[in-house]
């Protein structure tokens, strides 16, 4: 069988990256955006610089701001209502995963209006059409959204986050300024930075894994941990770096998949509203225990790529303990918490459990598990 690989058709990498916005648009004949971001973006004067560059060039725009950290089905249908009256004929999101997420959803709709319930979407929906054009402007180094076939909604009712795939979604052009992420504050810098390592690291191990896929994840990893205390601390060369650390992450996850972090962490932020980055983090390091006894030769260049000394010299358990626990400092160096004690409520666990088993990304774990294995995850979290 093939392996399929969906990349932008075009990205710009660097500071003043969004000044490209004008020549694109215009190069593609788009005449007016809806421009997607969140409330706090707009309050603080982020998304303002996107907008500069439209009324520097005489683009015109609406905004859309009803956007959530963790987007939901209203939002996204009142996205579409409000792409249907203002006469856009593209998207721009500018913000994390969040803001693109949700303009992901709006483009698909817009094109495939019988999925306009939303839920429909979930998994690998059989669209028609791709997404109206999508001009993508992260303003968080980790959810990669901009580079990804992939999409997450909440579904408010059912407490549950749905997982949706789809390679018509994709933004065709992205814009990494990591001057739009200088604004960060340490602890979304920390969170979205563990995000974007935990898609190096399940995307390295996970089944769907292959070379072509493993040289960005391995290279991912390694700009991640050299870089990622540096940009918490606002270091310009560390944003940069993580800017770009991210962004191979993605074209590396997209493409093969990942596994039950994610399928963890997505409940809990459907059910307790926690942030993506955080629960990964958490996560991470129990899951790679798990995992260890399926990852072949892999954990000694995880450790490598992590700057681990002498693992060539190492035993199969010394590397992957060294692997480990390269993650776990690099996690509590930067602030994040060790354990769920505080996010998860025990008697949630079985649905947290179940819910993660049924999870979009768990089928992608390079080692069979079960409801039952999980429940035992959460709960050694918690002990």
């Not at 683009?59 to 701001?65: F, H, N, W």
């Amino acid at each position: 069988m093939a392996n399929r690989f969906v990349l932008n058709e075009t990205s710009y990498h660097g500071a003043g990256a969004i000044l490209e916005i004008a020549s694109e648009a215009n190069g593609r004949g788009l005449k007016k955006a809806l421009v997607c971001s969140d409330p706090d973006l707009i309050q603080f004067g982020v998304t303002k610089r996107v907008l500069d560059v439209l009324d520097g060039a005489n683009l015109s725009y609406e905004l859309y701001s009803e956007i959530k950290p963790n987007p939901t089905i209203e939002n996204v249908q009142s996205g579409v209502a409000a792409f249907q009256k203002s006469g856009a004929d593209y998207l721009i999101a500018v913000g994390g995963g969040s803001s693109m997420d949700t303009a992901k959803a709006i483009g698909i709709i817009i094109r495939n209006p019988e999925f306009s319930d939303v839920v429909s979407l979930e998994g690998v929906a059989p669209t028609k059409n791709p997404s109206v054009p999508i001009f993508a402007v992260p303003t968080t180094a980790g959810t990669a959204a901009e580079v990804t076939i992939n999409y997450v909604i909440t579904d408010a009712e059912k407490n549950r986050k749905m997982v949706c795939v789809d390679p018509k979604d994709i933004p065709v052009v992205a814009f990494v300024d990591p001057e739009m992420m200088s604004t960060m504050p340490k602890g979304l810098t920390a969170a979205t930075g563990m995000d974007a390592l935990t898609h190096a690291i399940e995307g390295y191990i996970t089944a769907g894994a292959w070379e072509l896929s493993d040289m960005f994840h391995l290279k991912a990893i390694e700009i991640i941990s050299r870089s990622l205390r540096d940009a918490v601390e606002n270091i310009p060369e560390g944003r940069t770096d993580m800017a770009l650390g991210q962004y191979i992450a993605g074209m590396g996850f997209s493409n093969v998949g990942l596994g039950i972090v994610h399928s963890m962490a997505h409940p809990l932020g459907a059910l307790y509203d926690t942030p993506h980055g955080i629960a990964n983090a958490i996560i991470l390091p129990t899951v790679m225990e798990y995992n260890a006894d399926a990852t072949g030769e892999k954990y000694r260049e995880i450790a490598r790529a992590m700057g681990v000394k002498d693992v060539d010299s190492m035993s199969q358990e010394e590397y992957r303990r060294a692997a480990i626990n390269a993650v776990r400092k690099l996690s509590k160096d930067v602030g994040i918490p060790a354990d769920l004690k505080e996010i998860v409520k025990k008697e949630d666990i079985p649905f947290l459990a179940q819910s993660a088993y049924d999870d979009a990304c768990r089928p992608g774990n390079p080692k069979e598990t079960s409801v039952e294995d999980i429940q035992k995850l959460y709960e050694s979290l918690l002990s």
